[in-house]
């Protein structure tokens, strides 16, 4: 068993990409709600619900509603097309889990509606979990390790059509790089050098691709 689901093309399975984005990101959505009820003690010794700290994110909770529904709702149509029993009740991540292990059967079937289903609802979940993140883009990680640092930091940022070494401590061999004097720089390939940063990485190039190309075909 890989580790990493890939279609028959050898070419990143896009719905695995985001599957396993939202996995990552809804339990950040819990964390995110946990501060924002607080209790004091009432005059009687009691405590008492007060205001909260900070305004409670109605987005985050109602994502979280949403994404949970969505989840549910995305496994039951899968077995049901694969005529496989109805799911048992599980917590998001679990149920998350059990699709990710089920997309091989899914790219098998020869009618691609049903992966292109899977792809755009996991793409739109996890997109609406960065909104209520705040974040402003979701960055892919890729294979391959970074041609300065060697570390595995290579992240795909869709929206800005770059790939980024996200190691802070990322430092190239160029003495008139801004690495070296600038702690928020970052070492990063535009799109027509992912070519050679594959090359160079020992990469692929069909894996860096991958999101940039979710973001174009849905324009």
């Known amino acids: 068993m890989t580790t990493a689901h890939t279609t028959t093309a050898s070419r990143p399975d ?23 009820r607080t209790a004091r003690p009432s005059s009687g010794g009691r ?17 979280i509603r949403d994404v949970t529904d969505g989840v549910v709702e995305l496994e039951e149509a899968v077995c049901e097309k694969l005529r ?16 990710i292990a ?3 059967d899914v790219a098998e079937r020869p009618d691609p509606v049903l992966a ?10 996890a997109r609406r979990c960065s ?19 060697d570390s595995v930091s290579l992240r795909v940022f869709p929206h800005r059509e770059t790939v980024l ?18 702690r928020g720089h970052r070492h990063a390939w535009a799109r027509g050098e992912w070519a050679r940063l594959a090359e160079a990485t020992e990469g692929d190039l069909a894996e860096m691709a991958a999101a940039q190309d979710e973001e174009g075909s849905q324009g």
């Open 165 to 182: 070494c996200v190691n802070p401590g990322c430092r190239c061999a160029d003495p008139a790089c801004a690495c070296r004097t600038d």
């Open 102 to 104: 089920l997309l091989d």
């Open 14 to 36: 896009r719905a695995a990409v985001w599957l396993g984005i939202l996995l990552r990101q809804f339990p950040e959505l819990a964390r995110e709600l946990a501060p924002s």
């Open 47 to 63: 405590p008492t619900r007060t205001a909260p700290a900070a305004p409670i994110r109605l987005f985050v909770s109602d994502t």
């Open 84 to 99: 496989l029993p109805r799911p048992g009740r599980a917590g998001v991540e679990q149920r998350l889990a059990r699709l």
């Open 116 to 125: 292109e289903h899977v792809r755009a609802e996991a793409r739109r979940m």
């Open 131 to 149: 909104l209520a993140l705040g974040d402003a883009e979701t960055p892919v990680r890729v294979r391959g390790r970074c041609p300065h640092c």
